[in-house]
């Protein structure tokens, strides 16, 4: 009997002298694996595993005595966390939640534990006993979106494309709800004994599909119909509660230790996976959204006191968009974010990244994180602007009978610096050398609007209001509140004067507070007549330094003119810092990048906005660093979209009637403004430049504004023309090459309508770097092409994602094959689909690629050539097999033969072996044949362990049943959607023409 076995097959009887046995009984056998899924419904019945032949009883695994008990205590927990946050008790004390894990783990080395129930909070398995589970992306990408102001996490872990559209709606409270409760549980188990704390990229899913839930919903109220732009509401967890409880655990132990307290902490992560700030300038944030960053923000100064605290472990500080000091709707929130960024200088001396994308922050603000006290390293080298409600302000510059210099401990100098330093009530504004050198030329006065008449007479009654009530804030009580009912009171009126396109900013010539009431009343600034830099602190007349602004060859001077190093430690230790660009592209610094670039000798990478690549031309232009080299091994080629935006990008429906839309469109001039430097706002003024008020703010005593004297001997650069807009880009490549001549990593968003650099030539000068990573946004595949004909050569990973003007069908895949020898990642989103190769005879595909994301539809025998001559391939992401314009319905339905081919072109390439994932957003497969069609699809891939989305009818869906069970069983996912259920996108268009003279509405 057992010879027979071995000779002939069980399913189909074949004699043959190599057949496999099955592993569940060994008592039959089969000739390949399509045989042994097609026995196996009625074989699972008999198929037992044979009785071990040894006499001894056997055992079951138990599970570890740790795991156990951890189990036990993460159950407590969330029964607890239950108990706390249910709506019935008072609201829970900080102190009670952090408590309770302690008092589980007395006289026990906790750290560890509580990394390991940290990490098993996030792992997608609580709250266990709710609908939705909280996730946490492990593996990931950062995509940051440049001057389109937006951070975008994706999750390479994730084997389903999922979109926005395919995420669930849930109701809001069951969202948080569920954030609470995990928030909670988070908050037992932080505390200033673990190594890792990554509270980042958080969301939810629900527990029986395993389907995203939405976290970002409209923030625009129903009845709000004169709102302007559309807002956001994201789904957030509490991060002020979790600061909290990390803060008061880091003074517990420095109370209790006599010593110096060592805390091992590394790694703090509060990034979120929303693209949008609940505040962001784009946003319609309500005052509750408000309310919450101000917390936020004062959560982290209790974290990053400005003394008395050292996390000399602390390497990695990613805070996401936890800060702003841009956006004047904020109030005070400017200030409490330079407070942050100073107390992260002084408690983090070994810090070497820190991520603030999706911030929106001046990069000016590193001046607070690098000095360890900007006041007295560059105060002598400013020009102060003071601004006062009446228009009686003026511009000082420093004097050598500077009462700071003379006596810096003395009380008159303690006084000025209470004021400009302490309270924090200033900007630093770094300006490039040829903006400076306009400044001391001229003499300035201030032009205040007409529209601030009302404004400023209401804000001096709340001063006085404010300074009635002085002796109660000076008492001891919290003022955070009285700030806010005051920030309030005045939004209407300043709301109004943002209207009309001149923006103040709230909070700096509020009312004073109890801090500068403490100070002189007549307290000196440093100054040529001293007699006329008096500081009135009387509300009636608040007049104190608005901004300090200095020039970027001074910022640079100061750092070489002490014996010792104005810097605080982490200057030599920094290795990223990560300002997004956003909307206020204009209102950035470029004239800071110099001195980041000078002051942190190990800088890999300093920012993904337009103005750090100014900053980059500023520092090759100037003196004191024309011959300087960097380190840096990421830039962002950032340029000011010129594509028109007026109108929309054509719908679905005008894409159906008139093809592959490759139309001409002209350029638009809205954005050439991003190419003036940066001026303070305050001076933010011009007759010249489209969307700028004219006559107010600083003017000289022609009553001309600093923009436009730059203008007049500095015309902008008409980026429009393609000619011009190509010149740039080919010395920027040059000045790249020459001056980080170590760079691995470039980004590029060149979002002109045209193809303007479509030659090598533009591209040439980043021949001589070694390129290993590069990622295009924006634009067209015209200017791509040449680039990889420069670059290609070194490159591993590529992320190439174009809009839909875009014609898909240029040979993209036919040059990246061509050009990327090396490439080992690919995630290619190009314009109108399909994406095919079109040169199917002399395509050699990818010799090294391990992982390709295509977010267009692919034609079939594209499909197969990226399949045959791949042989490494690991993991193939394709939006769908399709060959219609856009992607539309119907798509190429897979056959059983089709398949078969597949497999016998990768046998004869020696592909295919190594596929783990195969992911399709919507995958057709042939009805007539289904349950043979997917078993061939298995057997080609013999390491296949995800397979999806099938879209399936319900009947279609029984008829597999057995094969996905027994797939499940092998280990091998396949995810399938009901076709009765969910509508595949552009269905609607399905069966209508293509081209001129249809009628599609």
Same mark, same amino acid.
């Given at each position: 009997m057992a010879s027979k076995n071995d000779s002939i097959c069980s399913n189909c009887y074949s004699p043959s002298s190599s057949l496999s046995r099955c592993t569940g009984c060994l008592s039959v056998s089969y000739c390949n694996s399509s045989c042994q899924r097609s026995a196996w419904p009625k074989h699972k019945q008999v198929c037992t595993k044979p009785k071990p032949v040894s006499a001894s009883p056997t055992t079951a695994p138990v599970p570890s005595l740790s795991l156990q008990a951890g189990n036990v205590l993460l159950d407590r927990m969330e029964a607890a966390a239950i108990r706390l946050g249910d709506n019935s008790f008072p609201a829970p004390a900080l102190g009670t939640i952090s408590?309770?894990?302690?008092?589980?783990?007395?006289?026990?080395?906790?750290?560890?534990?509580?990394?390991?129930?940290?990490?098993?909070?996030?792992?997608?398995?609580?709250?266990?006993?709710?609908?939705?589970?909280?996730?946490?992306?492990?593996n990931y990408k950062v995509c940051s979106m440049g001057q389109m102001h937006s951070v975008y996490y994706r999750d390479l872990d994730k084997n389903k494309i999922d979109t926005f559209v395919t995420e669930l709606e849930v109701e809001e409270k069951v969202v948080f709800d569920v954030l609470d409760l995990v928030g909670i549980m988070i908050c037992m188990v932080i505390s200033g004994d673990i190594p890792i704390i990554d509270l980042g990229r958080l969301y939810v899913v629900e527990a029986v599909s395993g389907k995203a839930v939405k976290m970002t919903v409209s923030g625009v109220p129903d009845d709000d119909d004169e709102a302007e732009n559309e807002g956001y509401k994201n789904f957030l967890i509490d991060k002020t509660m979790l600061l909290l409880v990390l803060s008061n655990s880091l003074h517990e132990r420095e109370t209790k230790l006599d010593l110096p307290t060592s805390?091992?902490?590394?790694?703090?992560?509060?990034?979120? *996976?929303?693209?949008?700030?609940? &505040?962001?300038?784009?946003?319609?944030? +309500?005052?509750?959204? #408000?309310k919450d960053l101000f917390q936020d923000l004062l959560s982290l100064t209790h974290t990053f006191p400005l003394s008395g605290r050292t996390l000399a472990s602390l390497t990695d500080l990613r805070l996401g968009n936890c800060l702003t000091n841009m956006v004047p709707i904020k109030g005070n929130a400017d200030v409490l974010s330079q407070k942050v960024m100073a107390g992260v200088g002084q408690c983090c001396p070994s810090l070497k990244v820190l991520d603030l994308r999706g911030s929106e922050v001046d990069p000016a603000i590193a001046i607070w994180l690098l000095l360890k006290d900007p006041f007295i390293a560059l105060h002598k080298y400013c020009y102060t602007v003071y601004?006062?409600?009446?228009?009686?302000?003026?511009?000082?510059?420093? *004097?050598?009978?500077?009462?700071? &210099?003379?006596?810096?401990?003395?009380? +008159?100098?303690?006084? #000025?610096?209470?004021?400009?330093?302490?309270?924090?009530?200033?900007?630093?504004s770094p300006l490039a050398d040829d903006v400076w050198e306009i400044l001391e030329k001229n003499n300035w006065h201030y032009v205040i609007p007409s529209g601030y008449k009302n404004y400023f007479e209401k804000k001096e009654m709340l001063g006085k209001k404010s300074l009635a009530g002085e002796e109660e804030n000076c008492s001891g009580k919290d003022d955070t509140d009285s700030d806010w009912e005051t920030f309030d009171e005045v939004t209407d009126s300043e709301d109004d004067c943002i209207g009309n396109d001149i923006v103040t900013e709230k909070g700096e010539d509020e009312a004073i507070k109890c801090d500068l009431s403490d100070s002189r009343e007549d307290g000196e600034c440093c100054g040529k007549v001293l007699t006329n830099w008096k500081i009135d602190t009387s509300p009636a007349n608040p007049l104190f330094p608005k901004i300090h602004v200095i020039s970027a060859s001074a910022l640079i001077n100061c750092l070489n003119e002490v014996n010792s190093s104005p810097c605080n430690p982490l200057a030599t230790t920094l290795e990223v810092l990560y300002i997004s660009g956003h909307t206020l592209e204009n209102f950035l610094s470029e004239a800071i990048f110099p001195f980041l670039l000078q002051a942190c000798p190990n800088l890999k990478i300093m920012g993904d906005s337009f103005a750090a690549l100014k900053g980059l031309r500023l520092f090759s232009s100037m003196r004191a660093t024309s011959n300087c080299v960097t380190d840096l091994r990421e830039v962002d080629m950032v340029y000011p979209s010129t594509y028109d935006g007026s109108g929309t990008d054509p719908?679905?429906?005008?894409?159906?009637?008139?093809?592959?839309?490759?139309?001409?469109?002209?350029?638009?001039?809205?954005?050439?403004?991003?190419?003036?430097?940066?001026?303070?706002?305050?001076?933010?003024?011009?007759?010249?430049?489209?969307g700028f008020p004219a006559g107010v703010g600083w003017l000289n005593a022609d009553n001309i504004s600093l923009i436009d004297l730059y203008l007049e001997e500095n015309p902008l650069k008409d980026i429009t023309n393609p000619f011009v807009i190509g010149e740039m880009v080919k010395e920027d490549c040059h000045l790249v090459s020459k001056f980080c001549p170590n760079l691995t990593t470039l980004k590029?968003?060149?979002?002109?309508?045209?193809?303007?650099?479509?030659?090598?030539?533009?591209?040439?000068?980043?021949?001589?770097?070694?390129?290993?990573?590069?990622?295009?946004?924006?634009?067209?595949?015209?200017?791509?092409?040449?680039?990889?004909e420069v670059v290609g050569r070194t490159l591993t990973d590529v992320n190439i994602i174009l809009p839909k003007r875009n014609d898909a069908q240029q040979g993209e895949i036919d040059c990246l094959s061509k050009n990327c020898p090396m490439l080992e990642s690919l995630y290619l989103g190009v314009g109108t689909s399909p994406l095919e190769v079109r040169d199917l005879d002399m395509f050699r595909g990818f010799k090294n690629l391990k992982t390709v994301y295509i977010g267009e539809a692919l034609a079939w025998k594209s499909f197969q050539a990226l399949l045959c001559h791949s042989p490494i391939l690991e993991k193939v992401q394709v939006d769908k097999i399709n060959e219609q314009i856009l992607g539309k319905p119907p798509n190429v339905v897979i056959t059983d033969m089709m398949v078969k081919e597949l497999g016998r072109l990768m046998k004869e390439n020696m592909a295919g072996t190594k596929v783990q994932v195969l992911s399709f957003s919507w995958l057709d497969l042939d009805k007539e044949k289904l349950v043979e069609t997917?078993?061939?699809?298995?057997?080609?891939?013999?390491?296949?362990?995800?397979l999806g989305t099938l879209a399936l009818g319900k009947r279609e869906l029984v008829l597999i049943k057995e094969v996905v069970s027994m797939a499940k069983e092998e280990g091998i996912v396949i995810d399938t959607l009901d076709t009765e259920e969910e509508t595949q996108p552009g269905a609607e268009f399905e069966g209508l023409p293509i081209g001129m003279g249809c009628c599609i509405n």
């Open positions: 408590d309770y894990l302690t008092s589980h783990l007395q006289g026990v080395q906790s750290s560890s534990i509580r990394q390991a129930l940290l990490k098993h909070i996030l792992s997608g398995q609580f709250p266990r006993k709710f609908g939705y589970k909280v996730c946490q992306m492990r805390f091992k902490l590394t790694k703090l992560d509060i990034t979120t *996976g929303e693209m949008f700030h609940n &505040c962001h300038s784009n946003n319609i944030p +309500e005052k509750s959204m #408000v601004k006062g409600d009446q228009g009686d302000t003026e511009i000082r510059e420093h *004097g050598k009978d500077c009462i700071y &210099c003379n006596d810096k401990d003395g009380e +008159e100098a303690r006084g #000025v610096k209470k004021v400009t330093m302490e309270d924090r009530r200033f900007h630093w719908s679905v429906a005008a894409y159906m009637m008139l093809g592959p839309h490759n139309t001409v469109s002209f350029p638009s001039r809205d954005s050439l403004s991003a190419l003036l430097p940066y001026v303070p706002m305050a001076m933010m003024s011009s007759e010249n430049m489209k590029i968003s060149l979002d002109h309508p045209w193809g303007v650099t479509d030659k090598a030539i533009f591209w040439s000068g980043l021949a001589p770097l070694n390129l290993t990573t590069l990622q295009i946004m924006n634009g067209r595949w015209e200017n791509v092409s040449p680039l990889l997917l078993q061939t699809l298995l057997s080609v891939f013999p390491a296949l362990k995800w």
